[in-house]
């Protein structure tokens, strides 16, 4: 039961680390995106589109280990369709979005992932409002199997995560890890240095959207049903506080997704112990407002820092 | 213009081949400030040349036009034949003409080094996914020596991984001329570079200049305040006015003529 416990939010915080990793990319050449919950939307949304076509009847036989084994293929097929499909659209709205820049980007993105999602909710063929639920494709999640179920997701989240986690890492290491910062502490001097930094922005939102989508197809599968609720502001909200925490460090914004993933699930869990089943929903239910304000906290504690710091160094000096 | 002075540089400006740098009529507004008007004139491949003019002259909007900073709002900027309107400034910037500000524009989140190698001609500038699939088994330290050199020749070789952001202001202004050595421009833009130098290191910065032009046929627009430095440095004058092309002639017999004495010099005491 703990162990199941365990890996089932090990399986969604590996999405949650899936889309700060590389949203966080996105803010460190910046391109203040607030709709990466849109790109995951659509990279969901695909997944349900190359479900429905590879298996029309919504049911996959899970008997034999060739079942089995197709069935995984089909959920990396699956994945890696919704990750090319979203880094497509991806490209194409950095595109469109060319002349926007800072919080007008960041306006631009956030109303795209709203549009997304009510398409959605209008489009009938991806389930409309009501959802969609995916066929179970490789593990059943089901009786004793439900172990395996939780097991083979978590660890496919942790398998992409230090995949994407190694290569950003190498991305750091390369002269384009240099122009990345570069360009972010100056854009202009980068550029008359010969960085072409709109390129550059191009080809790693390119390449987070991408990542966004491949959770998607992740999401989809693993919760096997799906609402355009699940990709709304309110759920997208947490990524960015992760990021913002993380303060744009690869491996800080990592830290900072697993542990105020952790504490909030600790909390809960504290509350329902402590308060009673009631009070306990309702503390879940102000998740929204205790993620502001730790997003608000998290916006001020620089500044409220330096307020310490200022009174110290003149008492110092 | 003065005719007299004016004379051996437009003799110079008619070698057709050898002009690195044509300006022609070039001009830029702000509203309704005249920041250039109708400016006219050619660098010579190897020629050093100062630019000088009194504060609001336009000689930094000039730099800015010709690196695709700011667009012109009449006339052409012409670089080895080129047009360069409508050009990115990454593509200007690739085709050989290097700059630094007038005050330093480092990137403070890298080291003295990897400033350095952000001016290295690096294959694949252009981050498109496959140039970025293929620099990521290149480790930045692959191109890292001929940042060294750079930085050495700036003696800055000992700050190697310190952050620019705490050197002195000089210092910033060196590794700043090094990281645009580090791509081997064939036009370098020098805004002010002795502002905060002390005569010892410009002296340097002297002798570093004049052996990269000699060297390597580096091309030079330099603005400067210090009459000292430019005599020193320069083989030809601009003198700007107003936005406007007061002279334009040899270093010493522009310093000699009343006209710009009375513009520029005069006022500098
Ligand atoms: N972006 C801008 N917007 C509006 N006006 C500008 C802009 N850039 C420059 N100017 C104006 O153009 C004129 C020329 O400025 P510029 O910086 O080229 O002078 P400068 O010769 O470099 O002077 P200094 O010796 O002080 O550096 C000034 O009046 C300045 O205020
Ligand atoms: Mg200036």
Redesign the pocket.
């Known amino acids: 039961m703990t162990v199941e416990f365990f890996l089932y939010h090990a399986a969604f915080a590996g999405i949650a680390v899936l889309l700060t990793q590389s949203l966080n990319l996105v803010w460190r050449v910046n391109r203040f995106s607030l709709g990466h919950h849109g790109y995951f939307g659509i990279g969901a949304y695909a997944g349900v589109v190359f479900t429905r076509f590879s298996v029309p009847d919504g049911k996959w036989a899970l008997d034999t280990w060739i079942d089995r084994l197709s069935g995984a293929g089909l959920l990396l097929g699956c994945i890696g369709s919704a990750a090319v499909v979203t880094g497509f659209v991806g490209y194409v709205t950095i595109r469109l979005f060319v002349r926007l820049r800072e919080d007008h980007f960041a306006v631009a993105t956030l109303v795209f992932a709203e549009i997304v999602q009510n398409v959605a909710a209008n489009c009938t063929y991806v389930g409309g409002a009501l959802g969609f639920e995916a066929p179970y494709l490789a593990v059943r999640n089901a009786g004793a199997e439900r172990l395996w179920y939780v097991g083979f997701y978590a660890s496919l989240g942790v398998a992409l995560n230090l995949l994407l986690y190694l290569g950003i890492r190498r991305l750091d290491q390369s002269t384009y890890g240099l122009y990345i910062t570069a360009s972010r502490d100056d854009e202009l001097a980068a550029e008359l240095c010969g960085v072409d930094v709109w390129t550059l922005q191009r080809t790693v939102f390119l390449l987070a959207t991408a990542v966004a989508g491949a959770a998607g197809a992740l999401f989809l599968h693993f919760t096997s049903l799906i609402v355009p609720g699940d990709f709304s502001l309110i759920n997208g909200l947490p990524i960015i506080l992760y990021v913002v925490l993380g303060n744009l460090g690869p491996a800080r914004c990592v830290a900072a997704a697993l542990g105020l993933y952790t504490a909030y699930e600790i909390m809960k869990l504290q509350f329902f112990g402590l308060l009673g089943l009631e009070l306990g929903r309702a503390a879940a239910e102000w998740k929204e407002v205790l993620l502001a304000s730790v997003l608000i906290a998290a916006g001020l504690l620089p500044a409220l820092l330096q307020k310490l710091r200022c009174p110290r160094r003149e008492a110092s000096s | 213009m003065n005719g007299l002075v004016s004379e051996p540089a437009s003799a110079v400006g008619q070698a057709g081949a050898d002009v690195l740098l044509d300006l022609v009529g070039v001009s830029?507004r702000?509203?309704g400030?005249h920041?250039?008007s109708d400016i006219t004139f050619r660098v010579r491949k190897g020629e050093v040349v100062g630019l000088v003019?009194?504060?609001?002259?336009?000689?930094?909007?000039?730099?800015?036009v010709i690196t695709g900073i700011?667009a012109v709002s009449a006339g052409r900027i012409l670089f080895q034949g080129q047009d360069l309107s409508g050009l990115s400034r990454h593509t200007i910037a690739r085709l050989g003409i290097a700059r630094t500000f007038?005050s330093p524009r480092l990137f403070t989140g890298l080291s003295v080094l990897e400033n350095a190698v952000i001016g290295v001609d690096a294959p694949y500038k252009t981050p498109t996914l496959l140039n970025l699939l293929r620099q990521l088994w290149i480790p930045w330290h692959r191109y890292a020596s001929a940042a060294r050199g750079a930085i050495s020749a700036c003696r800055l070789g000992m700050h190697e991984d310190r952050n620019p952001a705490t050197l002195p202001y000089g210092e910033r202004r060196l590794l700043e001329v090094s990281r645009c050595l580090v791509s081997s421009p064939s036009l370098l833009l020098l805004?002010?570079p002795t502002a905060g130098l002390s005569d010892e290191e410009s002296n340097a910065l002297i002798r570093l200049l004049h052996g990269t032009a000699r060297d390597t046929g580096l091309t030079l627009i330099v603005?400067d305040?210090r009459v000292s430095f430019i005599r020193a440095l320069c083989d030809r004058l601009v003198v700007?006015n107003h936005?406007e092309l007061l002279e334009d002639g040899l270093t010493a017999a522009v310093l000699a003529a009343p006209h710009v004495i009375a513009a520029y010099l005069g006022e500098e005491g």
């Open positions: 830029r702000f509203g400030l920041a250039l003019g009194s504060n609001g002259s336009g000689k930094s909007t000039l730099f800015n700011y007038q805004d002010e603005i305040h700007l936005g």
